[in-house]
């Protein structure tokens, strides 16, 4: 696979004539923005890998976090709630639905974390299929995912059929056919595998649900942000997200949760708030839901939580999801050059597809001795993470993550394996 990224300048090569991680970083035109991140020049971190996890946060966010202090909270206070932040559930949703997952206003809200967000949705589409009793879910989904039905089911009497999915292939079509029944009411799934980084066949298995008369909930944590997604276009029903990872909303940074504008009326979330009411402030007896996407806010929004993700918002918007896309595709695709050339020949296995176009923004590679080789890792200022059973994965983030730290990780790995410590 060759490392394809528009050039600005013309890369000088090695002695294979390959470009190294210096000429790629040279010709990368995004390079520049790596510089808006707090820390990218910070010597004790030689390579952040695990912005999958936890993306970096913005120097932009210094002044915006005191004004937010100084101004908002400080100078207004209580009134700051009628001057924005009220509406900033869906105000934000907005924004991040325009910009990362190509869905029209009025669906998208941010409160909750994913977990809850995944328990809400769930719960609406049981009561937007009222006649089916299943819920179907991939064993290799996300724990949080799989435990979040798994407590729907012990509470409602719902069952659930497991879809087996081939770790290093992720969903497939196939996979999902054979599961999928008459009393499926609702598929969740993730678009992007957190193993192995496999994209799923979003459009053409939410179609398929749809032709078993079941909905579909997609899990974007690993996509919103790094890869182009088309909710509306795709007739997606319900999807939810993480805000930390690719949107860099910072540690708990609350989620977003999508449910189409066609669904809106018959599904009903079950976390009943005086912020989903359609009064908050009356005290009123009974609740009555808000109109449209509003109803599924509960209670106070997180509106420091919500702050990161917009100046994160304002580079994506400026930057576009397009080039965003290619730079993660030049990324992986040298970090997979490389395993190829430095890792591959000492045992390391990579579980991560090949083809771009169902590659997510971090590749894993595997090897016995990677849990105590992490630890190391993390000593020498070189972060990426550890998931088992998958491995090592190496998160790159588009916009702050350099060529030369792909190399670095990657060579620091070798160097391990080659001349091991006499305690791993
Ligand atoms: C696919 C996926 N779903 C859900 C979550 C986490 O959910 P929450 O934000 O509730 O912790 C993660 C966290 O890494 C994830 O990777």
Request: hydrophobic share 40%.
């Amino acid at each position: 696979m060759s490392t394809n990224l528009t050039t600005t300048t013309t890369p000088h090569g090695d002695s294979t004539g390959r470009p190294t991680a210096a000429d790629l970083d040279r010709a990368d035109p995004l390079r520049h923005y790596r510089d808006a991140f707090i820390g990218t020049d910070d010597a004790s971190v030689r390579g952040y890998l695990d912005g999958n996890s936890l993306g970096r946060p913005l120097k932009a966010l210094v002044p915006v976090m005191t004004a937010f202090l100084e101004q908002q909270w400080g100078d207004r206070l209580i009134r700051g709630w009628d001057e924005g932040w009220m509406r900033l559930p869906e105000t934000l949703g907005d924004r991040i639905a325009a910009a990362t997952l190509g869905a029209a206003a009025g669906q998208t809200v941010v409160a909750d974390s994913t977990t809850v967000s995944l328990y809400k949705l769930i719960r609406a589409a049981l009561t937007a299929r009222p006649d089916r009793s299943e819920i179907v879910i991939d064993r290799g989904n996300f724990p949080t995912d799989r435990f979040v039905v798994e407590g729907i089911a012990a509470e409602t009497g719902a069952s659930i059929r497991w879809i087996d999915t081939d770790a290093s292939t992720g969903v497939r079509l196939d996979d999902v056919a054979a599961v999928l029944g008459p009393q499926s009411a609702v598929l969740v799934l993730s678009h992007v595998a957190y193993r192995s980084g496999h994209v799923a066949d979003v459009p053409a298995i939410t179609t398929l649900a749809h032709d078993h008369g079941a909905l579909v909930l997609w899990d974007l944590c690993h996509s919103a942000g790094s890869i182009p997604i088309e909710l509306d276009a795709w007739g997606v029903d319900l999807a939810t997200g993480c805000t930390y990872k690719y949107l860099n909303g910072g540690p708990g940074s609350p989620a977003f949760l999508y449910v189409s504008s066609a669904l809106q009326d018959a599904a009903t979330q079950p976390i009943w708030g005086w912020m989903g009411d359609r009064r908050p402030f009356e005290m009123a007896q009974g609740y009555e839901p808000a109109a449209g996407i509003r109803s599924f806010v509960s209670g106070t929004p997180p509106i420091m939580g919500m702050l990161a993700m917009q100046s994160m918002l304002d580079l994506i918007e400026e930057v576009g999801i397009d080039a965003i896309r290619a730079k993660s595709l030049a990324l992986t695709g040298f970090a997979i050059e490389q395993y190829d050339e430095k890792l591959a020949p000492l045992g390391v296995t990579l579980s991560t597809p090949r083809d771009g176009a169902v590659r997510g923004s971090h590749i894993t590679i595997d090897h016995p001795s990677f849990k105590a080789l992490v630890a190391e890792l993390w000593e020498s200022g070189l972060i990426p993470d550890f998931r088992p059973p998958a491995g090592i994965r190496l998160g790159l983030s588009p916009l702050s993550t350099s060529f030369a730290e792909v190399e670095t990780v990657i060579d620091a790995i070798r160097q391990s394996l080659a001349s091991p410590a006499p305690a791993r």
